[in-house]
């Protein structure tokens, strides 16, 4: 393998998010007269520094000139200096210890303030180019010693230069004194550093811009040429997901585009080329057209609890992992489930309609209590469950019926059939899956089984139940009053318009599929399902995958991980197995599960071999997907 470059790196606003006397001005000035205005003039001097504009020295001279600085504040921000780590250089704290002789800082900045730092990375300090702070007898800062070559124009070429290093050297930076090194001939190649700050100048004669340190180390082969830097990820979040999953994926070094409505297939398929995790709730269709056309895609996260509008069969056939939030919102569904029944017993929605139109009608007729009451819960599962133990501690009597073989709770009932369920019930609340096979499974001969004047309620998928059966039933008065929050075909977004042969019918309430939408719920679904997805880009781990074998795996470290998804045909670990053992990788590790579909081995190996002997990988027989993490 090749010699690794040098990389040296630039601090304010490269290694740090911070620029020191923008930050050193907040910690003296706190609160003084006028501290606003000194601050956006030391701003403005470093910015004219950084874009080139001012020489280096003069700016440091002049800002230093305006900051009464001592001793004391310039601790503080050591003190504190470690915490503010660029984002991209905290998750690459490994490339720093395990290339600590390659990695050299260098600084107009403060050696006090730089210090911390460097220990935290495991630079050590001969490593450390940068300006040393004078005080006076009294530990005012004076000024910073003149006679380094940093505190004057040009100074780091200079300090480079006076290095002597062999080999490739890169320099990462986000100012214009940063540009020069490579000007200069002091570096072979300068990268603009923009994750925290832009400047255009900088950019222009930098020979690539890095959004992060991820992009240098993947552009200069440090992490593997094959492990994709993060911020050039795409992720693709549609129908207003929780701003919680976008703070969480871009603090993790993702690029995160949001959407408030749903796509249909063919806007879909336009807006996802170029995505590598496409986010979603219940309203998008991820068809096998869709998947065809997705040329990057790595994972789905359905926001929500169901994966019904996501074609599994198909994302498994292109080694897409789909991921949901199976518990998140159960309670938020349950909750109103409860309300609606209470809601529905004393007619209270059509009564504060009347009011509202100037109607007052007090009556007790066919109003009820839910106690006592005969409940029957149509799909046991998470959210059924849960809604029998709270309906029984509301004094109801609980049936329920379910395909699978489900762990009656409390007093709970099983019913050997749904007729038997549908014969005693006083409420029906449907809970099933969204699964195809359970289209319109409540219809005009469900309903004509229930009990005279029952309440029906279904918060589970529109296409179970058949509406215009509903609507008859209920005019027939089988049905008393009946809830439904979800519809054969629902409005992609708030504006557009809503029909269904179920509007205006007395005593039915109709709710916007709004089950799960809570706050609580919405920030659960955000952070479960970001962490799902995270777990599977930074380290394989597929746990609660909805579609791929569940294997639960610890971060990289130290190895480098092959991830590999294949159809599960026979031969293919054998055939995986002997292009590891000809590419001449030690195998440190293996873990391989199947399903009937397909199978996931990943296969954690020693870092030393050439990425390049991993090609054969791909062209496997039966590969699905195929990646390495670093
Ligand atoms: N209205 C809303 O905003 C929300 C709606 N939902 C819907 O609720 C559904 C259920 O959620 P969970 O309880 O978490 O799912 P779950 O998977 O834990 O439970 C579903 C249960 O239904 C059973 N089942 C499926 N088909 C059946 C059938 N034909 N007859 C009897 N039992 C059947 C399954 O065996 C399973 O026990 C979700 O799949 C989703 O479609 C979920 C959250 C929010
Ligand atoms: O969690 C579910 O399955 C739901 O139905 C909730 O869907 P939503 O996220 O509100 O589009």
């Known amino acids: 393998m090749s010699a690794r470059p040098t990389l040296i790196f630039d601090f304010d606003s490269t290694l740090v998010d911070f ?63 470690s915490d503010h780590l660029t984002a991209s250089v905290r998750r690459n704290l490994n490339f720093f210890q395990q290339n600590k002789g390659k990695v050299v800082i260098l600084s107009g900045g403060f050696r006090e303030v730089i210090a911390p730092v460097a220990e935290e990375l495991g630079v050590s300090p001969d490593r450390i180019l940068c300006n040393d702070v004078v005080y006076d007898a009294d530990d005012h800062v004076i000024g910073v010693d003149d006679a380094n070559p940093l505190s004057h124009a040009n100074g780091k070429p200079a300090a480079i230069h ?121 309203k998008t269709t991820v068809s096998r057209r869709v998947l065809e056309e997705a040329d990057r895609l790595m994972a789905v996260a359905a926001f929500c609890i169901g994966t019904n509008q996501i074609d599994l069969d198909a994302a498994s056939d292109h080694g897409v ?99 038997a369920l549908l014969g005693e019930s006083d409420v029906v609340t449907l809970h099933v899956d969204g699964r195809k096979d359970n289209a319109n499974i409540f219809g005009a001969a469900q309903f004509a089984r229930m009990k005279e004047g029952a309440l029906f309620l279904n918060l589970s998928r529109g296409h179970v139940v058949d509406v215009g059966a509903l609507s008859q039933a209920m005019g027939s008065g089988r049905v008393a009053g009946a809830a439904v929050d979800v519809f054969p075909e629902e409005p992609r977004t708030n504006a557009d318009p809503f029909e269904s042969p179920l509007q205006g019918l007395p005593n039915m309430i109709l709710t916007p599929h709004i089950g799960g939408s809570t706050e609580e719920a919405q920030e659960a679904i955000a952070e479960f399902a970001a962490e799902r997805l995270l777990g599977y880009l930074n380290r394989g781990d597929t746990t609660f ?86």
């Open 545 to 630: 995958s909805v579609n791929l074998p569940n294997v639960q795996l610890a971060e990289v470290s130290g190895t480098h991980r092959i991830l590999h998804i294949h159809r599960n045909q026979p031969g293919v670990l054998a055939e995986l197995n002997r292009a590891l053992a000809s590419a001449g990788l030690n195998i440190l590790g293996q873990h391989l599960k199947t399903d009937e579909r397909t199978g996931y081995v990943i296969t954690d190996v020693d870092r030393d071999y050439d990425p390049e002997a991993l090609r054969e990988l791909k062209t496997l027989p039966g590969t699905l997907k195929f990646r390495t993490l670093q």
């Open 321 to 419: 992992a789909v991921f949901n939030a199976p518990y998140s919102n159960t309670r938020s569904v349950v909750e109103l489930a409860i309300g609606l029944m209470i809601v529905l017993m004393r007619d209270v929605a059509d009564k504060s309609a009347a009011m509202h139109v100037g109607k007052w009608n007090k009556s007790a007729t066919g109003s009820k209590e839910l106690r006592g009451k005969t409940l029957g819960i149509v799909g046991y599962g998470a959210i059924g469950s849960q809604l029998s133990v709270l309906a029984e501690n509301l004094g109801m009597r609980v049936l329920f019926y379910d395909l699978s073989e489900r762990l009656a709770l409390g007093n709970a009932r099983r019913m050997r059939s749904l007729d």
């Open 19 to 81: 620029e020191t006397l923008e930050a050193l001005a907040d910690i003296a000035l706190a609160d003084a007269p006028g501290a606003a205005e000194t601050r956006a003039q030391i701003a403005a001097l470093t910015d004219q520094a950084m874009a080139g504009e001012l020489e280096f020295g003069e700016a440091l001279r002049r800002r230093l000139a305006l900051l009464p600085l001592t001793r004391a504040h310039v601790a503080a921000l050591a003190h504190t200096a």
């Open 162 to 282: 006076a290095l002597n290093l062999s080999g490739r050297v890169v320099m990462i930076g986000d100012g214009w004194n940063d540009a020069e090194v490579k000007i200069a001939g002091a570096a072979d190649a300068f990268y603009a550093f923009t994750e925290v700050v832009r400047r255009a100048p900088v950019v222009q004669v930098a020979d690539a811009e890095a959004a992060s340190l991820d992009e240098v180390l993947h552009a200069e082969g440090l992490v593997g040429r094959w492990s994709f830097p993060r911020s050039r990820m795409k992720m693709l979040l549609l129908e207003n997901i929780h701003p919680a999953a976008v703070e969480r994926l871009e603090e993790a070094g993702y690029s995160v585009e949001t959407q408030k409505g749903a796509l249909d297939e063919d806007d879909l398929i336009a807006a996802i080329k170029g995505v590598h995790v496409l986010g979603i709730r219940s």
